[in-house]
C-alpha cells in the first residue's frame, strides 16, 4: 500500500523555550483515517501546521505524495494538503460564499489571481455548500457566524480544494452533538467514497474509533504509540499518559472501543 504521507524524523523546537517535537517518523497509507490524540500541550497542532508548512522543522522531512513538501510552491501544496484549522482570523469582510471558494485559487493562474477572478465551479460549489450545510449561509459575512457555522464553512473551503490529503484541526471543537457527528460522517464517507486520506488532532476518546482506521497518541512531543483503535486504547500506557483512570467499554452497536472517564 502506497504511502500518501511520510515524515522521515522530522523535529521542531518552540521558540524561546526548551521544548521539542521528535525525531518523528510515520506514515499514513492513502485512503486510510489517522487519528492524532493525546493530552493538551502533546504537539499534536504543532505536528499538523509542520506537515501543512505553516512551521519549518529544524531537522527532517514531510513527504506527500512521495514529494517533499518543503520543496513545493504554495500553490503545489495546496494541490495536496488542505487543512481546517482550529478556528480563522479574519478581518476582511468575506461571505461564506467567497471564504468557500478562495479554496480553489489555487486552481488559477497568476494572470487570473491579479485580476481578482475566482475559480468558481458552480456546481462543486452547490454540492459542497450542501454537504457541509452551509447552503443557507452563503450570504452571510463569515466574521458574524458561530463557532459551529464557521467550522462547517471552514471543512467547505478543504474540501472544494479536492486534495489528496485533509488535516483537521480538533474538527468538532464548538460543534453540538448532532453537528459533530454529522460533520465525520461527512469526512468519512468522503474518505470511502474518494479515497481520501485524513490526519485529524481529536480529544473524543468515545467516538473516535467509530471513524479512524488508525489512533497516533503524542505525549510531550513524541510519537508514543501507534496502532488500530483497539490496539491504542486498550494500552496500558493510556492511563498514564492522560494521568487519568479510564473505563473500557465496547460502543453498543460497533462493538468499536471506547474510552470514558468514570
Do not use: C
Amino acid at each position: 500500500m502506497s504511502a500518501m504521507l511520510s515524515l522521515k524524523e522530522l523535529s521542531y523546537t518552540w521558540s524561546k523555550t526548551t521544548r521539542t517535537l521528535g525525531p518523528l517518523s510515520a506514515m499514513i497509507p492513502k485512503g486510510q483515517w489517522v487519528a492524532l490524540i493525546g493530552p493538551n500541550g502533546s504537539g499534536k497542532s504543532t505536528l499538523l501546521r509542520l506537515i501543512a508548512a505553516f512551521l519549518k522543522a529544524d531537522q527532517g522531512e514531510v513527504l506527500v505524495s512521495e514529494k517533499a513538501v518543503a520543496n513545493m510552491t504554495s500553490t503545489e501544496r495546496a494541490r495536496h494538503i488542505a487543512f481546517v484549522p482550529q478556528s480563522l482570523d479574519t478581518h476582511f469582510d468575506l461571505t461564506v460564499g467567497e471564504v468557500v471558494e478562495l479554496g480553489r485559487i489555487h486552481r488559477l493562474s497568476w494572470k487570473d489571481r491579479l485580476g481578482f477572478r475566482t475559480a468558481s465551479d458552480p456546481k462543486r460549489t452547490e454540492g459542497i455548500l450542501q454537504d457541509t450545510k452551509t447552503s443557507d449561509l452563503r450570504d452571510r459575512l463569515f466574521t458574524t457566524l458561530s463557532g459551529g457555522e464557521a467550522r462547517r464553512t471552514l471543512l467547505a473551503a478543504a474540501l472544494i480544494q479536492e486534495t489528496p490529503l485533509l488535516l483537521l484541526d480538533e474538527p468538532t471543537a464548538h460543534l453540538d452533538p448532532g453537528h459533530a457527528l454529522k460533520f465525520l460522517d461527512l469526512v468519512k464517507e468522503k474518505v470511502e467514497q474518494e479515497n481520501l486520506t485524513v490526519l485529524m488532532a481529536y480529544h473524543d476518546l468515545t467516538t473516535v474509533s467509530l471513524y479512524a482506521n488508525a489512533l497516533w497518541v503524542m505525549d510531550k512531543g513524541q510519537l508514543v504509540l501507534t496502532g488500530t483503535p483497539a490496539e491504542v486504547l486498550h494500552h496500558p500506557l493510556i492511563p498514564q499518559i492522560y494521568d487519568a483512570q479510564l473505563l473500557e467499554l465496547d460502543h453498543p452497536r460497533t462493538h468499536q472501543p471506547m474510552l470514558i472517564f468514570p
